[in-house]
């Protein structure tokens, strides 16, 4: 599975940004995209994911500003994040997950990042 990423750039604080993520390649049929974020210094983390049935998670700082949605025709994955802070300054990584019925993980992929800065 290859991720393109795109969408992301410079905003002030309180403004907003949407990230685009598709996928192409040997897509499973059981699987959930995402986006995770890791700013300097800091390890990766959560933002946001949804499986193709479109059960979604948010991680708690992330709830109420960041919407997460997918057009699986399309095979892409957005993410529409509002209210920035200068917090949320960091490379945004697509994340493609292939599980089992019994969400045994089979296959995990990762896109190259995207920078989004968020100016105070």
């Known amino acids: 599975v290859q991720l393109q990423a795109s969408g992301g750039g410079l905003v002030q604080a309180g403004g907003s940004l949407r990230l685009s993520c598709a996928a192409s390649?040997?897509?499973?049929?059981?699987?959930?995209m995402g986006w995770h974020r890791q700013a300097p210094g800091k390890v990766r983390e959560l933002v946001a994911t949804?499986?193709?049935?479109?059960?979604?998670n948010y991680a708690d700082s992330m709830k109420g500003r960041f919407t997460i949605s997918r057009d699986n025709a399309k095979n892409t994955v957005y993410l529409q994040m509002t209210s920035l802070k200068s917090e949320d300054t960091a490379v945004y990584y697509c994340n493609f997950r292939c599980t089992l019925p019994n969400d045994y993980i089979v296959g995990n992929y990762w896109g190259q990042g995207t920078q989004v800065t968020v100016s105070s």
């Open positions: 390649g040997s897509i499973c049929g059981i699987n959930a």
């Open positions: 949804i499986t193709n049935t479109g059960s979604t």
